[in-house]
């Protein structure tokens, strides 16, 4: 199907189209998983976005764009949307390279209103502000973090034109005053008086500082009863609270902003997962979901492994239960690392700070520096935004933060924002920080043991899901500082090295040669354990290095700068690391196929490097 023109329709066959769009939502994501109730609530607002704006010039930004669903569907992928989120199907996130409706990539929240900005600074310089206006949808959520207010701060100076639309679909900025808000709302919206305001201000310029201080007072006293105080005074317009489902009150006020040649928020309330009963108005269940069935809103059946983080929240439970000074945070994803139970039974210890990495970061350092025993849990690819703090803010001082990284390594559907693999790299550079990684339900015990009684800053990262089945191995053995443990111990030239989930991974693929091959649990990647390399390169000159990190500056590379400081220069070391290069999203095994990492392509790969 091309793309849809909305341009000509009646307000009643945009309203028909709303519910095609949700049916077609909800029909793909319950087979695929994806997100769903915060692209069902924006539906409305997507729609007239299109009837009003031009996404093929003014540039559409959607913030962390989850919730573009709608806008995917009418810019020419209606068909392609059956294969949302699927290995070489089309993104869950916009992406300029599968469509020039896309503006931006994005993944990570917060970024709408600075790239509106930029975005609006370019449309000046070209001269091109009669012909094309930045058009952003942030969600509530997404306005507490820091970013928004870099970018509303020098928004609001510039004054630079450009339309925000506020997705409210959980909590209002300030809470409504009933009737009269929304009567002054809607007032303040229309046309008649946007060229009043204007009107007066030109008309009090004439009459001196008495009738500008009057005419202020007025306005200011208008909207103390309304939510918008804040972005007036920071000199940005503000429209609403608005029903964010009423097509014609929409096109009306996105008509309005569109003229005014100024900054204006439109702030929306919408209702999450809007057309289907089951998650209206649900919080996070509904926010991003795997297969579920239709009728029932029932989950598929998963995998009865337990999972990393299921297994991460248990022991960190069990260490607040005897330690009062086991501390943590989480931003704004207390489920997703397993946080909600701890954030439940001990809410004056655990924290969930909203989506503010940087804050989460800084304030476990303060934490440290009072006495306490912080964990710090975010997933690997969000942690990248707090990489100052986790410098300046925590290691600088070497206090005692635990950083627990969730979802490192591939994460499957969510692609290319979302994998977790460049933690290793980063944090490797940093002074002070110790880098371990557990391989299973036990050692995770022990690394987590390891960690409470550390007197300094450290990381420890596991995978999506469960860990990959170690169970034939040796048991694992208590975490020392610096110390790996050796698994299987061969003669012969070949050593496997594992890290984390790639311990796994490497038991596995030794599986698969005719050969038996050594086997080390590497723990540490930072320190290294010195002493056993240099025992094992006595014994072995041919190592292969299993981990869940990108090769630029990962395990494989640590171990090779080793290396090269010892002057060991007979041992050969080959990465099975990922490649230098941004990973697309699509089914875990699928994307670990297309990179060559199954173990039956590892294998493979190491025979014919044998022979």
Known sequence: MNKIDVKNMSISELEALCADIRERILSVVSKNGGHLSSTLGATELIVAMHKVFDSKKDPFIFDVSHQSYAHKLLTGRWEAFETLRQFGGICGYTKPSESEDDYFVAGHSSTSISLGVGAAKGIALKGEQDERIPVVMIGDGSMTAGMVYEALNELGDRKYPMVIILNDNEMSIAKPIGAVSRMLSSAMASPFYQRFKKTTESFVDNFGEGARYIAKRMEESLKLVTPGILFEEMGIDYIGPVDGHNLEQLIDIFETAKKLGKPVIIHAQTIKGKGYEIAEGK?????????????????????????????????????????????????????????????????????????????????????AREGFKPFCTIYSTFLQRAYDQVIHDTCLMDLPVVFALDRAGIVGEDGETHQGVFDVSFLRAIPNMTLFAPRDEKSFHQAMGFAHTFEHPCSLRYPRGAFIDTSNLPESQPFELGK???????????????????????????????????????????????????RMAKLHKKWFVFSDTSKMGGVASAILEFLSEENIKDVAVVSFEYDDCFITHGNTKLVEESLGLLPEQLAQKIKASLA
């Open 484 to 534: 790996s443990q050796l698994l299987e111990n061969y003669e012969g030239d070949v050593l496997f090295i594992g890290y984390g989930n790639g311990v796994g991974r490497a038991a596995q693929t030794a599986k698969l040669l005719d050969e038996k091959v050594s086997l080390l649990d590497l723990r540490f990647v930072k320190p290294l354990d010195g002493d056993m390399l240099r």
């Open 283 to 367: 919080e996070e269940k509904w926010h991003g979901v795997g297969p579920f069935d239709l009728s029932s809103g029932n989950a598929a059946k998963k995998s009865s492994a337990k999972s990393a983080t299921q297994i991460y929240s248990e022991i960190l439970l069990e260490l607040a239960k005897k330690d009062e000074k086991v501390v943590g945070a989480t931003a704004a994803m207390p489920s997703g690392t397993g946080l909600s139970p701890l954030l439940e039974k001990y809410p004056e210890r655990f924290w969930d700070v909203a989506i503010a990495e940087q804050h989460a970061v800084t304030s476990m350092a303060a934490l």
